[in-house]
């Protein structure tokens, strides 16, 4: 019995992020990062970001509309060595169940680690997250795909961005819709990194779970409950997820894939992402961070931050 609620509180804790989860929150000031394809300072338009809680030092804010024509709100941080009239390699960063655009702090040290190596990186929240609109209701991989299809349409505005060298980084749940849009966009991707990516959810939705909870999954309700109310799911989580073939969508990109999973992950097993190498083939390296759990932290963290640095900057200095 011990063991069993031990697990059960590491998965809380793994899926439970720092940041608050909301609804649609349309006080935040956003900037459009305007005033940099303009021509100006990397850094003008910083000081609109006021009353941002999920912006931090360096980011530019943004707004876009994503699935179901729900406001995403988001951060776009410019390479230290940001030019005028450049472009550089992009980075699109998509988080994790119960995350937010920053991950626990994952996603800004990854964000820190790039803007040295010149890249663009842009990080947002999905519909029902963070500062985004929406909810959770209508949350599910396939929203989550969307947003994120959202996300790279909303790059290719960005004349500061090289559009021949836009890359994906997905975490968990982020991981999952990240191999999706991968899949079906392609040819428009530069290179992609899947962090501990929980095609797992697929495989629970069949079972009827969900982060705890379970449903009959021939009579799903409209509203989930999970971690005693403090989150609520619709059924569209369940009828996106089941019957989804996921690694058959993912399969269809061929570019290079680096695949990041901790050896003591006990939210989603490692047998998932050699699913995943096993289904890109000779494109695909699987890194086993030793002592790494679903959430990354110390060393672990490091180490995957700095090997998912050293896949992108060599995957977007050769040519192709």
């Not at 992020?17 to 990397?42: F, K, L, M, R």
């Not at 569209?236 to 050896?263: C, M, N, P, Q, R």
């Not at 006990?266 to 096993?278: I, T």
């Amino acid at each position: 019995m011990y063991k069993k609620m031990l697990v059960s509180l590491c998965a809380v804790l793994a899926f439970t992020a720092a940041g608050a989860v909301t609804g649609s929150n349309e006080g935040v000031q956003t900037a459009s990062a305007a005033s940099v394809q303009s021509g100006g300072s990397a850094y003008d338009a910083i000081n609109e970001k006021a009353g941002s809680s999920l912006v931090v030092a360096g980011d530019i804010p943004f707004e876009y509309p994503g699935s179901a024509g729900v406001t995403l709100r988001g951060s776009v941080r410019l390479p230290d060595a940001y030019k005028a009239g450049q472009t550089y390699p992009v980075a699109i960063l998509s988080h994790g169940v119960l995350g937010d655009r920053n991950q626990q702090g994952m996603f800004t040290q990854l964000t820190d680690a790039l803007q040295k190596k010149g890249f663009v990186t842009v990080r947002f929240d999905f519909n029902g997250y963070g500062e985004s609109g929406g909810t959770l209701l209508n949350n599910s991989i396939k929203s989550e795909k969307e947003d994120l299809d959202a996300i790279i349409n909303y790059v290719k505005t960005l004349n500061y961005v090289d559009q021949s060298r836009i890359n994906l980084v997905g975490y968990s749940m982020g991981g999952a819709a990240t191999s999706l849009a991968a899949g079906e966009r392609a040819g428009e991707i530069r290179s992609v990194a899947l962090w501990s990516a929980a095609a797992i959810l697929v495989d629970d939705a069949e079972r009827g779970s969900l982060l705890g909870a379970q449903v009959d999954v021939n009579n799903i309700p409209n509203e989930i409950p999970i971690f005693g109310g403090a989150y609520t799911f619709g059924k569209k989580w369940f009828e996106d997820a089941i019957g989804l073939d996921i690694y058959g969508i993912s399969k269809a990109y061929e570019g290079d894939v680096l695949i990041v999973h901790g050896t003591k992950d006990v939210v989603v097993p490692m047998s998932y992402s050699e699913k995943y190498k096993e289904v890109y083939g000779k494109g695909a390296k699987l890194v086993r961070i030793k002592g790494g759990e679903h959430v990354y932290s110390g060393e672990p963290l490091d180490t995957a931050v700095k090997r998912t640095v050293n896949f992108l900057y060599k995957e977007n200095k050769r040519k192709k």
